[in-house]
């Protein structure tokens, strides 16, 4: 095939056409648009823009992320917080439970396994005879999905956390591990983020 | 009768005398939609794309050169416009699609034609479609399609010779298919 045969046969392919009204309102919509852009731009210079550029609409969604970022970052410092407030054993606190075990040390002398102070107050976990004493007693505060919970127990009990059942153990650096069915949680190390719970402990009969 | 060229020089004089433009909008209106519909196979985007031309050309009303000719500067922009189309690309096949349709609907041997050729002519890189819209369609010289492509002459008869065979091939393959061309 020649090139002028090509350029018939391309030519040969009109442009779809369109309607007289459309060649008639085209150069109108033109012009109503240059006249739009002109009289937005010298609005823009006349009134320049009083809003902070934040405020504007190409920032606008940068600024609601980073004010979601930011408050994330805050509720997540908050919550931290509170948490580790929650989870911090006070001197008023370790003298308290000191106080109450003395008590009923001299009621029950060797028959604690355990004081429980939860949101309903304090609860006694007694043993029938009075073989417990292996060790001295510790304060422990235990939070977790439903709350925070302190016990006085010594090593080697068993405590109910939330209706599970874990036992105390102090290691030779006088660490507190608590070993649950499948999980163990330790002063030692920090709790994992997704930990079922969080634990510190003091020994009470220290300040 | 007041040449295109005068009228935009009177547009240009006038700081930007609207009837003066609305006019010369009016002469190559029907130019610029050919080209850029070629260019993209897309009534639409054609629509849209020599509405953005004559914007362009509005708003650049103090860079066209008085010595130049108006066609030549409109064509320019156009190209530009319809290069710079490709990120918008993925619209025109559904345009496409849709005037084909409307075109089968009516089943004329010749609009059939005119779409094979047409969707020949989208089968090749832009830039040589460009090439050869400006020059076979639009009679341009080498050395205005050049000027409106923004490349050397050399450049526009090495991609017109590319798309030429590529096109003689396509529309063997559909002789061959026993389509209608």
């Keep these: 095939m020649k090139n002028s045969e090509l350029d018939q046969i391309l030519k040969s392919a009109p442009v779809p056409d369109r309607p007289g009204a459309y060649w008639d309102q085209f150069p109108r919509r033109v012009m109503a648009k240059t006249v739009r852009l002109s009289t937005r731009a010298e609005a823009a210079v006349t009134h320049p823009r009083t809003e902070p550029f934040w405020l504007r609409s190409r920032f606008r969604l940068a600024t609601v992320g980073l004010g979601l970022a930011i408050f994330g970052l805050l509720l997540g410092f908050v919550l931290g917080f509170w948490q580790g407030r929650n989870l911090s054993i006070t001197g008023p606190q370790l003298a308290a439970a000191r106080k109450y ?4 040390e001299t009621l029950f002398p060797g028959q604690v396994q355990a004081i429980v102070f939860d949101q309903q107050g304090p609860h006694l976990v007694l043993a029938e ?5 292996a060790s001295s007693p510790l304060y422990l505060r235990v939070c977790g999905p439903k709350g925070c919970q302190s016990y006085v127990t010594f090593s080697g009990q068993q405590i109910r956390i939330n209706g599970e059942t874990c036992e105390v153990l102090l290691d030779h650096q006088d660490n507190v591990l608590l070993i649950g069915q499948d999980w163990v949680l330790s002063t030692a190390q920090a709790p994992a983020k997704r930990a079922r719970y969080q634990v510190s402990a003091r020994p009470l009969m220290t300040l | 009768m007041v040449a295109p060229d005068d009228r935009l020089r009177r547009a240009k004089c006038q700081n930007g005398g609207q009837e003066a433009f609305e006019n ?5 209106q029907r130019m610029i939609h050919s080209l850029c519909y070629r260019l993209t196979g897309s009534m639409e985007d054609a629509e849209d794309l020599a509405q953005e031309t004559f ?4 708003q650049n009303l103090a860079e066209f050169r008085a010595e130049a000719k108006a066609s030549s500067w409109l064509y320019r922009i156009a190209v530009n416009c319809c290069l710079n189309w490709l990120k918008r690309r993925q619209r025109q096949d559904q345009t496409h699609q849709e005037w084909g349709r409307q075109e089968a609907e009516v089943a004329h041997d010749d609009t059939r034609r005119a779409q094979q050729i047409q969707e020949a002519l989208m089968k090749l890189p832009t830039k040589q479609r460009a090439a050869i819209v400006l020059t076979t369609y639009d009679g ?7 000027r409106a492509l923004g490349c050397s002459e050399t450049t526009v ?17 559909l002789q061959k298919t026993g389509d209608a061309v």
């Design chain 1, 101 to 104: 075990f003395q008590e009923i």
């Design chain 1, 129 to 133: 005879h009075s073989n417990i004493h």
């Design chain 2, 24 to 28: 010369l909008v009016r002469e190559n």
């Design chain 2, 55 to 58: 914007v362009q050309a509005f």
């Design chain 2, 140 to 146: 341009l010289t080498h050395a205005e399609a050049a």
């Design chain 2, 157 to 173: 008869s090495w991609r017109l010779f590319a798309a030429r065979g590529k096109i003689k091939r396509l529309l063997k393959q």
